[in-house]
């Protein structure tokens, strides 16, 4: 029977471990929204504006087009199966790494690498902050930190209906701010002569600019169906994402490496848009831009939480992590300060251990389940509710994603051309499906010990 047809309460709320159900189900449109809404902010700028550092006006395009175009096809595949499956990325997660892989994994992808995002952010809004208002207590950037933090709790508490609402505001101001700014500094700052003719102060090959710009978004890449599982057709959610990755995220970042680049050394990019007279762009893109996306971040930790630790409402999850992640937004800021280089080593750190995860799942839904498991339905490929009966432990997955890691992590030692992203999603996709058809055509045990699914998807 495929679990369409098991019924399940929604316990934890927002459909945390179970199934959206038909009448919850959102357009295309409206998930492209969403997705904007979340690439609609500073770290992206900032994230651009640390390429800066390390590569010219022509290698941020490079970067920052073949990074993205990675992205999209990545979160397009792993997109899909949230659109067929119905559930988030945590309980995908139970069919090819089991259960107690699925809360490690989970937590990994999102529960921690989300919350520290949220982190990351919410020290991103204190930057601002500071920048804008340098000579005010509240505005200093450890302490914007804390009530810029508890400012975005707020939407994540109310679940998918509060990105949603909130993300229609913001996107169309965001995408006309930011080129806006970008015209205006190339004619104050020399023309396209200057920009093109601008050096970084460190070179670095290609491939760890690519593996930043993947690191960047990879977490958001992986977690898709967080979002696509709301789509009225399996494709919707897909098409959204990989329009507003391939599409948009090239001029965020495009933008802010080159406003970078022609702003002289030590100015940041928000004091160069106020003194170009656009305080008030900077405060809008600031608090809003920060929020859209913020409150997703604590939105997909939360659900990650759900799936590792029963008995505890997502709401719950949400004041937890938030409070956490506002603290360490403050310890970022006393530590860093606006200093851009935190950022550009989290981004990297990334790129190097979620891409295996990722490349387990999409050889486990296209390759593992249909041919070697003869589950050629995509619908019914993943089955959960009530009863559902899973590994305790997949090992092949699991082991795909430590070695995978380990793979990514030297790769930059032996392959230096070769993105440390790529190769790990690559060793993760190839070890789990390897393994997988060994244990299949040797009929060797694929799962370490059995779960059993409760009425309340846990």
Same mark, same amino acid.
């Given at each position: 029977?495929?679990?369409q047809?098991?019924k399940?309460e929604?316990?934890y709320?927002d459909?945390?471990?179970?199934r959206?159900p038909?009448?919850?189900?959102?357009t295309?449109?409206?998930?492209?929204?969403?997705?904007?809404?979340?690439l +609609?902010?500073?770290?992206a700028?900032?994230?651009?504006?640390?390429?800066?550092?390390?590569?010219?006006a022509w290698?941020i395009?490079?970067?920052?087009?073949?990074?993205?175009?990675?992205?999209g096809?990545?979160?397009?595949l792993?997109?899909l199966i949230?659109?067929?499956?119905?559930?988030?990325?945590?309980?995908i997660?139970?069919?090819?790494?089991?259960?107690f892989?699925?809360?490690l994994t989970?937590?990994?992808l999102?529960?921690?690498?989300?919350?520290l995002?949220f982190?990351?952010? @919410?020290?991103l809004?204190?930057?601002?902050?500071?920048?804008t208002?340098p000579?005010?207590?509240?505005?200093?950037?450890?302490?914007?930190?804390?009530w810029?933090?508890?400012?975005?709790m707020?939407?994540?508490?109310?679940?998918?209906?509060?990105?949603?609402?909130?993300?229609?505001?913001?996107v169309?101001?965001?995408f006309?701010?930011?080129?806006m700014a970008?015209?205006?500094?190339?004619?104050v700052?020399?023309g396209w002569g200057a920009?093109? +003719?601008?050096?970084?102060?460190?070179?670095v090959?290609?491939a760890?600019?690519?593996?930043?710009?993947?690191?960047?978004?990879i977490v958001?890449?992986? /977690?898709?169906p967080?979002?696509?599982?709301?789509?009225?057709?399996?494709?919707?959610?897909?098409?959204?994402?990989?329009?507003?990755v391939?599409?948009?995220?090239?001029?965020?970042l495009?933008?802010?490496g080159?406003l970078q680049?022609?702003?002289?050394a030590?100015?940041t990019?928000?004091?160069?848009?106020?003194?170009?007279?656009m305080?008030?762009?900077?405060?809008?893109t600031?608090?809003?831009?920060?929020?859209? @996306?913020?409150?997703?971040?604590?939105?997909?930790a939360s659900?990650?939480?759900?799936n590792?630790?029963?008995?505890i409402?997502?709401?719950?999850w949400v004041?937890?992590?938030g409070?956490i992640?506002?603290?360490?937004?403050?310890?970022?800021?006393?530590g860093?300060?606006?200093?851009?280089?935190a950022?550009?080593?989290?981004? @990297?750190?990334?790129?190097?251990?979620?891409?295996?995860?990722?490349?387990v799942?999409?050889?486990?839904?296209y390759?593992?389940?249909?041919?070697?498991?003869?589950?050629?339905?995509?619908r019914g490929?993943?089955?959960?509710g009530?009863?559902?009966i899973?590994?305790?432990l997949?090992?092949?997955?699991f082991?795909?994603?430590?070695?995978?890691?380990i793979?990514?992590?030297?790769?930059?030692?032996?392959a230096?051309?070769?993105?440390?992203?790529?190769?790990?999603?690559l060793?993760?996709?190839?070890?789990?499906?390897?393994?997988?058809a /060994?244990?299949?055509?040797?009929?060797i045990?694929?799962d +370490?010990?059995k779960w059993?699914?409760?009425?309340?998807?846990?």
């Amino acid at each position: 029977m495929v679990n369409q047809e098991k019924k399940t309460e929604d316990y934890y709320g927002d459909f945390a471990v179970v199934r959206v159900p038909e009448h919850e189900r959102r357009t295309m449109m409206n998930q492209l929204m969403v997705f904007l809404g979340v690439l +609609a902010v500073w770290a992206a700028v900032f994230g651009g504006a640390s390429m800066a550092g390390i590569m010219d006006a022509w290698e941020i395009v490079w970067a920052s087009v073949l990074g993205s175009v990675v992205l999209g096809v990545i979160a397009f595949l792993i997109g899909l199966i949230g659109g067929y499956a119905s559930v988030p990325t945590y309980v995908i997660l139970r069919h090819s790494m089991g259960r107690f892989g699925s809360i490690l994994t989970g937590l990994v992808l999102s529960g921690i690498s989300a919350a520290l995002w949220f982190s990351f952010e @919410t020290w991103l809004f204190g930057v601002i902050m500071q920048e804008t208002f340098p000579n005010f207590v509240l505005t200093k950037v450890e302490i914007a930190a804390i009530w810029g933090g508890l400012l975005m709790m707020s939407t994540a508490l109310i679940g998918y209906r509060g990105l949603s609402a909130l993300s229609y505001f913001v996107v169309p101001a965001w995408f006309a701010i930011i080129p806006m700014a970008l015209v205006a500094a190339i004619s104050v700052h020399g023309g396209w002569g200057a920009l093109l +003719a601008a050096q970084p102060a460190h070179h670095v090959s290609l491939a760890t600019g690519i593996t930043f710009v993947i690191g960047l978004y990879i977490v958001g890449a992986t /977690i898709a169906p967080d979002v696509t599982r709301y789509s009225r057709r399996p494709f919707d959610g897909s098409i959204a994402w990989f329009i507003h990755v391939v599409v948009f995220m090239p001029i965020i970042l495009m933008a802010g490496g080159w406003l970078q680049l022609l702003v002289p050394a030590g100015r940041t990019l928000v004091a160069e848009m106020i003194g170009m007279g656009m305080i008030w762009a900077v405060l809008l893109t600031g608090i809003v831009g920060q929020w859209t @996306t913020n409150d997703n971040n604590l939105y997909s930790a939360s659900l990650a939480w759900v799936n590792a630790v029963p008995r505890i409402k997502r709401s719950i999850w949400v004041l937890i992590l938030g409070i956490i992640g506002t603290a360490v937004a403050a310890m970022i800021g006393m530590g860093y300060g606006i200093s851009l280089s935190a950022l550009l080593q989290f981004g @990297t750190l990334l790129g190097t251990f979620i891409p295996p995860i990722t490349g387990v799942m999409i050889a486990d839904f296209y390759l593992v389940q249909p041919f070697l498991l003869n589950r050629r339905n995509p619908r019914g490929r993943y089955e959960f509710g009530p009863g559902t009966i899973y590994g305790s432990l997949r090992w092949p997955g699991f082991l795909g994603w430590i070695l995978g890691s380990i793979i990514a992590y030297y790769t930059p030692m032996v392959a230096p051309q070769m993105p440390a992203a790529i190769s790990g999603l690559l060793a993760g996709f190839f070890i789990h499906l390897i393994l997988m058809a /060994i244990c299949v055509a040797g009929r060797i045990p694929y799962d +370490a010990g059995k779960w059993r699914e409760t009425e309340t998807g846990w």
